[in-house]
């Protein structure tokens, strides 16, 4: 059976797409749990309305504390021996958890991860051609350095959606409460417990981006705090002497995180974060730039990247306050 986690808060026009695309799925031994962090719409009586009429819906409600409190409730309460995970504002296709559930048999894979598509708001995607056609490609990566690797290089993904995993993985993890970006968070210990991590090629999970999201608000002390979280636990393996293999890759993802522009300009803008706040990051953020920069650009990733990036890079090494005033002023050029 599959337990499948979905979080709501506040998502009364998308929820009603979201449940219908769980209740049909071809994959049918399911055990649905919905949590409802305590939402002020009326989100929570319509997940009622559907617990009515499927007797695999179970709804927790409680006081709005966060989607890691949200999804550590789930997986406290669930009993399945797999465990999928969806935000109530999105949904997926018919049969992704058949086939996730399939390639897992298929590659004896811990985790099993597809591809998503990302559109605004509640429109609908078509589905892609692929889907339902039963051909798709995968790669399956067998230790903790190239997962590491191949997550530095985009090919798969922190995000807990669009995944299924063995039910044994979450036994003793949980999520971090307070911060944002949980899943970038507890991926190195997610993985660290997995043999074996199979990326399939179909589109299956649809992420819906919408306007009042998370990453479109204005940057508070929550995002500052969650930034140094996720600084703090990939600066902890970099710097650990067993994981020497994995130096580079992680060196990779965080100069390139480190030099996000969109990130580091709503930063900048940020009425929400002191300046003396932006200072002391800015400082931290330098010196492990710095740090990580030689082993960076050794890495396969970074030599694939622009050389607009690549400057990017290096400019942030050498200066934050400099390389502000430059993305400024391309992104004003660029009207972004």
């Given at each position: 059976?599959?337990?499948?986690?979905?979080?709501?808060?506040?998502?009364?026009p998308?929820?009603?797409?979201?449940?219908?695309?769980?209740?049909?799925?071809?994959?049918?031994?399911?055990?649905?749990?919905?949590?409802?962090?305590?939402?002020?719409d009326?989100?929570?009586?319509?997940?009622?309305?559907?617990?009515?009429?499927?007797?695999?819906?179970?709804?927790?409600?409680?006081?709005n504390g966060?989607l890691s409190?949200?999804r550590n409730?789930?997986l406290?309460?669930?009993?399945?021996d797999?465990?999928?995970?969806?935000?109530?504002?999105?949904?997926?296709?018919?049969d992704?958890?058949?086939?996730l559930?399939?390639?897992?048999?298929q590659?004896?894979?811990d985790?099993?991860?597809?591809?998503?598509?990302?559109?605004?708001?509640?429109?609908?995607?078509?589905?892609?051609?692929?889907?339902?056609?039963?051909?798709?490609?995968?790669?399956?990566?067998?230790?903790?350095?190239?997962?590491?690797?191949?997550?530095?290089?985009?090919?798969?993904?922190?995000?807990?959606?669009?995944?299924?995993?063995?039910?044994?993985?979450?036994?003793?993890?949980?999520?971090?409460?307070?911060?944002?970006?949980?899943?970038?968070?507890?991926?190195?210990?997610?993985i660290?417990?997995?043999?074996?991590?199979?990326?399939?090629?179909?589109?299956?999970?649809?992420?819906c981006?919408?306007?009042?999201?998370?990453?479109?608000?204005?940057?508070?002390?929550?995002?500052?705090?969650?930034r140094?979280?996720?600084?703090?636990?990939?600066?902890?393996?970099?710097?650990?002497?067993?994981?020497?293999?994995?130096?580079?890759?992680?060196?990779?993802?965080?100069?390139y995180?480190?030099?996000?522009?969109?990130?580091?300009?709503?930063?900048?803008?940020?009425?929400?974060?002191?300046?003396?706040?932006?200072?002391?990051?800015?400082?931290?953020?330098?010196?492990?730039?710095?740090?990580?920069?030689?082993?960076?650009?050794?890495?396969?990733?970074y030599?694939?990247?622009?050389?607009?990036?690549?400057?990017?890079?290096r400019?942030?090494?050498?200066?934050p306050?400099?390389?502000?005033?430059?993305?400024?002023?391309?992104?004003?050029?660029?009207?972004?």
């Amino acid at each position: 059976m599959i337990s499948i986690l979905v979080a709501v808060y506040n998502v009364e026009p998308y929820i009603r797409r979201c449940l219908d695309s769980i209740i049909c799925q071809t994959y049918d031994d399911l055990e649905i749990i919905i949590v409802n962090d305590g939402s002020s719409d009326s989100s929570g009586d319509i997940c009622e309305e559907y617990a009515k009429i499927d007797s695999r819906i179970q709804i927790i409600h409680q006081p709005n504390g966060g989607l890691s409190v949200v999804r550590n409730a789930g997986l406290d309460a669930a009993t399945g021996d797999y465990i999928g995970f969806i935000d109530g504002d999105d949904y997926i296709e018919p049969d992704m958890y058949q086939h996730l559930y399939q390639v897992m048999m298929q590659t004896e894979s811990d985790i099993v991860q597809c591809k998503s598509l990302e559109h605004k708001g509640n429109s609908n995607c078509p589905a892609p051609q692929n889907c339902l056609s039963g051909e798709y490609n995968s790669f399956t990566l067998y230790d903790f350095d190239s997962m590491l690797e191949h997550f530095a290089n985009k090919l798969i993904v922190a995000s807990v959606w669009g995944n299924l995993y063995k039910a044994e993985i979450f036994e003793d993890l949980r999520f971090s409460p307070g911060f944002y970006g949980q899943d970038t968070i507890l991926f190195p210990d997610i993985i660290a417990k997995c043999s074996s991590f199979t990326k399939t090629d179909l589109k299956l999970y649809h992420y819906c981006r919408r306007e009042d999201s998370i990453t479109k608000t204005e940057k508070t002390q929550t995002h500052l705090k969650s930034r140094l979280k996720v600084i703090d636990t990939y600066m902890r393996i970099y710097n650990d002497p067993a994981r020497i293999n994995a130096k580079k890759s992680i060196a990779f993802f965080l100069c390139y995180a480190l030099a996000k522009r969109q990130w580091n300009l709503a930063m900048k803008k940020s009425s929400r974060i002191s300046s003396l706040e932006k200072k002391e990051y800015y400082k931290l953020a330098k010196k492990i730039a710095r740090t990580c920069y030689n082993d960076a650009r050794n890495h396969v990733g970074y030599k694939k990247r622009p050389i607009y990036e690549k400057v990017c890079f290096r400019m942030f090494c050498l200066s934050p306050t400099i390389y502000l005033y430059v993305v400024r002023f391309v992104s004003l050029f660029m009207g972004k």
